[in-house]
């Protein structure tokens, strides 16, 4: 059985950072590539990073600089470390596994629970 469960989410000030991991079982975690969505209130979901099995990085503009899609096979873990948020940020973040092609990231049916984030002074 497929497991995905996110964690770090939480409220932070503009300008500050959270980190956000999720664990993954039930797959062989070195063999997909994963990636990190949001969502938030009122809008579709949306990929924000992606990372291939090789560790290749892909981010949505509005991110790239602050964001950092990370993995470590030995833990089944994908991280997502945010740094400068902005209340646009804010949002229910979910990861997910895929397959990449040509730059491209492709969810299978498999997503957590999500870890809300909120950016707020």
């Known amino acids: 059985q497929v497991r995905l469960v996110e964690s770090g989410g939480g409220l932070v000030q503009p300008g500050g950072s959270l980190g956000l991991s999720c664990v993954a079982s039930?797959?062989?975690?070195?063999?997909?590539?994963m990636g990190w969505y949001r969502q938030a209130p009122g809008k579709q979901r949306e990929l924000v990073a992606s990372?291939?099995?090789?560790?290749?990085?892909n981010y949505v503009d509005s991110v790239k600089g602050r964001f950092t899609i990370s993995r470590d096979n030995a833990k089944n873990t994908v991280y997502l470390q945010m740094n400068n948020l902005k209340p646009e940020d804010t949002a229910v973040y979910y990861c997910?596994?895929?397959?990449?092609?040509?730059?491209?990231?492709?969810?299978?049916?498999?997503w957590g629970q999500g870890t809300q984030v909120t950016v707020s002074s």
């Open positions: 997910s596994r895929g397959y990449s092609t040509n730059s491209n990231y492709y969810p299978y049916n498999n």
């Open positions: 039930g797959i062989t975690f070195s063999s997909d590539a």
């Open positions: 990372i291939t099995r090789g560790g290749s990085t």
